[in-house]
């Protein structure tokens, strides 16, 4: 896999991420998941619209994906996502066997109402307890994909927080 076609997955995750910032109930990260160069699963995050909080961008992908295939695992995929994945999402990432994890923006380039924990890196906890053969890697289309949330410093409105 080329950094080229590590940059055209991502931008077909930020056009997933700015249909679902448009979209009333959905939020504004896209996902796309990859196996042998081949687009397997994709999503934006679907949580107000299906009205469960597990409806991660990330989670709606993985789903996809492991349904279009026919398979529990997706073992050599890598997972192509705006935001750096959360807790929930960088665990299924474990559970599914995916190889690589590729995001955009950071937890530090964004407010933190996208985060649930304050302290903690969840990627370093997967390095350190779970696998040692998954690569996570930030920064890909960085201004891009930070340009699509709240930044550090601003002031969300409130019926748009959480974890706040
Ligand atoms: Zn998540």
Known sequence: MTSTD???FMRRALELAATGRDRPGAGPIGCVIVLDGQVVGDGHNEVGIRHDPSAHAEI???R???ESLGRDDLRGA??????????MCSMASIWTSIERIVYGACRTDVHRMYFED???DVLDIIDDAFRNDMTATGGLLLQECAALYYKPGD??????????
Do not use: K, W
């Open 6 to 8: 590590d940059e055209r």
């Open 60 to 62: 709606v992908a993985i």
């Open 64 to 66: 996809r994906a492991c």
């Open 78 to 87: 890598t997972l192509y996502s705006t935001l750096q994945p959360c807790g």
């Open 118 to 120: 304050r302290h903690l």
């Open 155 to 164: 002031d969300p409105p409130e019926q748009e927080q959480a974890n706040v």
